[in-house]
């Protein structure tokens, strides 16, 4: 209070005393606690006992006495009731002073500040580590979509060569079915491959002077394992190469046919086969069949259909099959249809099936030996279905006999 | 107790003392002094924790609070690193000033371990050094119970 007017200083005491809510402490040389004043209550203090060791009656002097280093001060120290003070301690002579003055008031307001100040630390912290994170998962999605980007590529160009491999493929098979012909009786034919190219195949040819093979097969499944079995039995049949084997009797063919064609030895594959033998001069038809869908013989005048069914598993599925032959005498004016399950098996644009029947009444009825005839069928059928392809292969050979 | 702000010193106090757990956060400002008598097996420990502000700024650190404390919990959030690197600092100063005292430093919020951001070889490398390291969550309770029992062997051994 030194310089001040004995009136300021004894106003400052007053001020300090009643608005710091001042307690002291004084302890001896021993930590005994001599005496105590002040607002004691305030700091949860009024019943410490005087005469007592100060560390037991103020646990939170431990540790700050014996005093090394006088004055020292502890600033804003929460007590026990919530109080907050700061701590003055000094010795004089033989006596340890411990001073509270109340400083909560100001302690909340320092924390209100402290804490928008640490909340708004936070925030930035946050926002820093989500920055980071966003930019890693952004970093890491720029990673993926180029390695998507990339096997799209790949994706494409696989996709592209496969596309020419089926379409040489198709051609192949193409090269390899008979050209049409019209003497001594018409025979044409459509085939159009699909997308994935199916097992379609067909044939006809003069197996000796009177005896002219017809045939169409269709491997199972699709792709270049079916295309290259067709191909495969296309070529003996074209070749007629089975030992031992007369040709002109479909029963005897199609059994040998299953014994060499098993799909335990081929992959799985099995195949289906109309085959007939035509003698013009007798207009005699000997056919059998191995699960295909019947030929098909048409008296145009009469717009009637006549369906040439014979019993007979699939070529490949079971060994030791029989296949019986059907015979017929053929009338004059008369087409015969030979065709795949793509011909017929086509989806509606209302997602209904066409039935078989459905598909006869197209081919019934006045035709001519026109070959937009068939032409004119297949548009048919791609119009019924909506789109610009067929799911299987579209395959049919008509005889006009 | 020691470390960064908001790293849950208080929070730790108040599971061990008070075992209970408050979501809201409010941040300490001078000194919260507690006490807990702790039975270990051979002997009563009267701990009197001081509850240090955290602070960011190592420097503004008031030593006076250390004076006369028999050792310290150096607490880390487990999932802001930063405040790993200022409790190894606050670990360099409080040896600096007043040499090696028994510690243990605890990588809280154990509960929020999806969004770890310090790694386990890490933490290996500070127990191969000697240091009592523990997970712990004031939240859960898990570890904090340990710390401090471990801490009240070791400054009374």
Known sequence: ?401 | MLGGFSVGKTSLVKRYVESIFSESYLTTVGVKIDKKVEQLPDRVVSLVLWDLAGEDDIGSLRMSYLRGSAGYVLVADGTRRSTLEVALALRERVEADYGAMPFVLLLNKSDLKEQWAINDAELEGFRQRGWWVRASSARTGEGVEDAFKDLAVRVTR
């Open chain 1, 1 to 401: 209070m030194e310089g001040l007017p004995a009136s300021v200083a004894k106003r400052l005491q007053a001020v300090t005393y009643s608005e710091r809510a001042v307690a002291y402490l004084q302890v001896d040389k021993n930590l005994a606690l001599v005496s105590a004043g002040g607002d004691l209550q305030n700091y949860g203090l009024a019943t410490v006992g005087v005469g007592k060791p100060v560390l037991d009656e103020v646990f939170f002097l431990q540790g700050l006495l014996p005093l090394l280093e006088s004055p020292y001060y502890v600033p804003a120290v929460e007590l026990a009731g919530g109080r907050v003070a700061d701590l003055h301690l000094h010795s004089e002579g033989e006596w340890i002073w411990v001073m509270l003055l109340d400083v909560t008031t100001e302690r909340d307001a320092a924390r209100r500040v402290q804490q928008n100040a640490y909340k708004m630390t936070l925030l930035q912290e946050q926002e820093a580590l989500l920055n980071r994170r966003l930019e890693a998962a952004n970093a890491a999605l720029l990673v993926s979509q180029r390695e998507l980007q990339a096997s799209r590529e790949a994706l494409f160009r696989a996709h592209e060569k496969l596309q020419r491999e089926l379409t040489e493929a198709a051609s192949y098979v193409r090269s390899l079915l008979p050209a049409p012909m019209v003497d001594p009786f018409a025979a044409d034919w459509r085939f159009v491959p699909s997308a994935a190219l199916g097992g379609d195949a067909f044939g006809y040819h003069w197996i000796d002077a009177e005896h002219f093979a017809m045939y169409l097969l269709d491997v199972c499944g699709h792709g270049v394992g079916s295309c290259l079995l067709s191909i495969a039995v296309l070529h003996l049949l074209q070749a007629g190469a089975l030992r031992d084997v007369d040709f002109r009797d479909p029963s005897q063919l199609l059994a040998a046919l299953n014994d060499t064609y098993q799909m335990k030895s081929n992959d799985d594959l099995y195949f289906t086969l109309w085959y007939g033998v035509y003698q013009p001069v007798s207009r005699r038809l000997d056919y059998g069949c191995a699960g295909h869908p019947p030929a098909v013989l048409v008296n145009p005048d009469a717009g009637a259909v006549q369906l040439l069914k014979a019993k007979g598993l699939p070529i490949g599925m079971m060994p030791g099959v029989r296949y019986p032959s059907e015979t017929l005498t053929v009338p004059r004016q008369r087409y015969l249809y030979l065709l795949s399950d793509g011909a017929f098996e086509v989806e509606h644009a209302d997602g209904t099936m066409m039935t078989f029947d459905e598909f006869l009444a197209m081919i019934v009825g006045p035709a001519s030996s026109d070959s937009s005839d068939l032409d004119r069928l297949y548009q048919t059928l791609i119009a019924n279905r909506g789109s610009g392809a067929l799911e299987d292969d579209f395959s049919i050979v008509r005889f006009a006999l």
